[in-house]
């Protein structure tokens, strides 16, 4: 793997690549060492390593970063790389730059938070300040993929580090230095070995990076929904709210048990801020349902009314009406999906070809009934629920689904009954249980929320719309709790849950990790049509027992073993020899001459020991899945 690096400073980071790579710890080598700081330390220790190296300013006063970033183009064209290490390096890339085929997906980056916490300069100061104020308990490095999105790119890997309460600084910035070196070697081997510049760890494929969560698809027809603490308002990130993604899908799974009666959903289960779903195809259409005018951003009615419109979304409204006020019947307002919601009339919705007229006619019915049973379910809680948006998806049989959430703090508005007649008439606020709190302050402190640079929220307040999360909780009738945590890496469950949920599965052993590139393909292949497996590396030869007990482990289900061995397979033949269930083959080889030399050890098994030898990663998964009759 080549590697070109991108420092700003001492370079400590790049000296750990460097030394990763001399102890054969690393498999790799660096072509490219350059910087935008001509008194960076990390050119002196390219140079003494006789690494290549350049240094290239940027005249911000005079230059665009565009140009800039073109003459980084220019330079790179000259080097042969796999990936670019962003190790302390001070300068944002532009989205010209990392979407140019050159670096397109082969940017990296090592940044001192985990993913979803702290963006930008100075995460070790403000994560310290952070946990002084009670607001967070640990903090974390992570490597990820660079994207436009400051900080935000597609994850390769991160690891916790904690906080304690003799910290002082200096203690806390040691250990976080500690370790990023560490997981810089350990991501780079990551990308080295597993080739996994387009899956996540696990073989996760994001899908889609939100607002306020990540979507990856996990094979099985179904997809995993990690709720982010990120607060979302007027189309950007404004916050971090503690807890907050483990409080919606707490939310999320009261009310979509409570509603299945009225549509059939596409949860699965859920952990902490994991939820598993069945894949859809979504509809591109927020159905937002309102049963009172209020709201105060672009796309809120309020905000349309008191500008002088009186047709929202098709719908006339009368004069007269003030904010807060329940209108006569609930309505549909729908809004399209993207990076910024835009109001649409049912009649553009059709005519746009989003939904068809019997799927819209549908989707509305339902949204109006979930409405007003969340409605008369909040009435119960002493609650109003003020508006809501809904999201909707066809499964793989064509079914329309409620999807997305329902009825959280964050897709819905609530407030509070009992005070709501009482301040509506002396023109007061309502008593808001919702993320207004933080909301309102952006707005009040900033001209313009949508494309100002945005002041920092205080820790007030971002509690205050915690406790009160927590508040509308316990209100819905859920086991009581003072606190939610957030589970920042959900492979485990993701893992425990597919392990658990099949009956029938494949049981894949490799004889060496080398063959893991080969191991990736027929797992995939056996993705696409729909089959678990679960992958052990033991060698026949030097971990016999190792193999026996994998074989005994897994003995008593509907399994299909697949062996993956090559030269001398006795892999696949003790295999056979101690398991009355079906046994494949599938050697990798590097070539047709590797092949003719090393087939005979995968075919020429003694008698009854049954093995069926498949060359063909898509053939194993095609033969497994008739055996189960899928």
């Known amino acids: ?32 060492v350059l910087s935008n700081n001509k008194d960076a330390n990390v050119l002196n220790r390219a140079r003494a390593n006789d690494i290549q190296t350049t240094y290239l300013e940027w005249d911000k006063h005079n230059e665009e970063r565009s140009d800039y970033d073109n003459k980084l183009l220019k330079i790179l064209k000259h080097h042969k790389f796999d990936y670019i290490v962003c190790a302390g390096w001070m300068h944002i890339l532009s989205d010209e730059f990392l979407q140019n085929p050159l670096v397109r997906n082969k940017v990296i980056n090592l940044h001192p938070a985990l993913y979803g916490g702290f963006i930008g300069t100075n ?17 974390g490095v992570m490597v990820h993929y660079v994207s436009s999105e400051l900080d935000r790119g597609e994850l390769i890997m991160q690891v916790k580090v904690n906080m304690y309460l003799t910290d002082t600084l200096y203690d806390f910035e040691k250990r976080m230095h500690k370790a990023e070196k560490g997981l810089l070697v ?44 990120r607060q979302s308002a007027f189309d950007r990130d404004i916050c971090q709210i503690p807890g907050k993604g483990h409080i919606l899908t707490a939310m999320n799974d009261f009310w979509m048990n409570k509603a299945s009666h009225i549509i059939d959903n596409h949860l699965v289960c859920s952990q902490n801020n994991v939820v598993i779903a069945k894949r859809c195809e979504m509809l591109p259409v927020e159905v937002v349902v309102r049963g009172y005018i209020t709201g105060s951003t672009q796309t809120s009615l309020w905000t ?18 003030v904010k807060n006020q329940r209108l006569k019947t609930n309505v549909i ?71 997305d959430e329902l009825h959280t ?55 205050r719309v915690k406790d009160s999360y ?50 990736c393909k027929i797992q995939e292949s056996l993705k696409r049509e729909g089959i678990y497996c679960k992958i052990h590396y033991s060698s026949a030869h030097k971990q016999t027992m190792s193999v026996l007990n994998i074989i005994r482990e897994n003995e008593p289900k509907k399994v299909v073993f697949v062996t993956v061995a090559g030269r001398s397979n006795a892999l696949s033949g003790v295999v056979a020899a101690n398991t009355h269930r079906p046994v494949i083959a599938c050697p990798p080889f590097k070539d047709k001459m590797d092949m003719m030399v090393n087939i005979n050890s995968s075919i020429q098994c003694p008698s009854k020991v049954p093995v069926m030898t498949i060359l063909e990663p898509g053939n194993v998964a095609l033969s497994v899945s008739r055996m189960f009759n899928l």
């Open 1 to 32: 793997m080549n590697l070109v690096v991108f420092a700003s400073g001492q370079g400590t980071n790049f000296q750990a690549i460097l030394n990763a790579i001399d102890s054969d710890i690393l498999d790799a080598s660096i072509s490219l």
């Open 123 to 139: 995460c070790i100061e403000r994560a310290y300040e952070a946990f002084q104020n009670n607001y967070i308990t640990y903090s």
């Open 186 to 229: 350990s991501a780079l081997n990551r990308l080295s070995y597993d080739k996994l510049n387009t899956f996540l760890p696990n073989n996760k494929k994001l899908i889609k990076r939100g607002k306020v969560r990540d979507c990856y698809d996990i094979g099985y027809n179904m997809i995993a929904f990690v709720h982010s603490d």
């Open 304 to 321: 349309h009314y008191k500008n002088g419109s009186r047709n929202y979304c098709g719908i006339e409204f009368p004069d007269g009406l």
């Open 333 to 403: 307002t729908p809004t399209t999906k993207g990076i910024v919601d835009e109001p649409i009339t049912s009649n553009d919705i059709v005519q746009r070809g989003l939904m068809t007229q019997s799927q819209m006619d549908y989707v509305f019915e339902k949204a109006l009934d979930l409405f007003r049973f969340g409605q008369l379910e909040a009435e119960k809680m002493g609650l109003i629920l003020v508006d809501t948006k809904y999201e909707f998806g066809l499964d793989k049989s064509g079914n329309i689904l409620l999807a």
């Open 409 to 463: 703090c964050d897709s819905s508005r609530y407030w509070m009954r009992d005070t709501y007649e009482e301040r509506f008439s002396q023109g007061l606020e309502p008593e808001k249980m919702d993320k207004d709190v933080v909301r309102d302050y952006i707005k009040k402190n900033c001209d313009d929320p949508y494309k100002s640079i945005l002041p920092t929220v205080p820790v007030e307040h971002i509690n």
């Open 470 to 519: 927590i508040k509308l909780y316990n209100m819905f009738g859920g086991n009581p709790v003072t606190s939610f945590y957030s589970l920042k890496d959900p492979d485990n469950f993701i893992s425990e849950y597919l392990s658990n949920d099949y009956d029938e599965f494949v049981v894949l052993i490799a004889g060496s990790t080398s063959d893991k590139e080969w191991v």
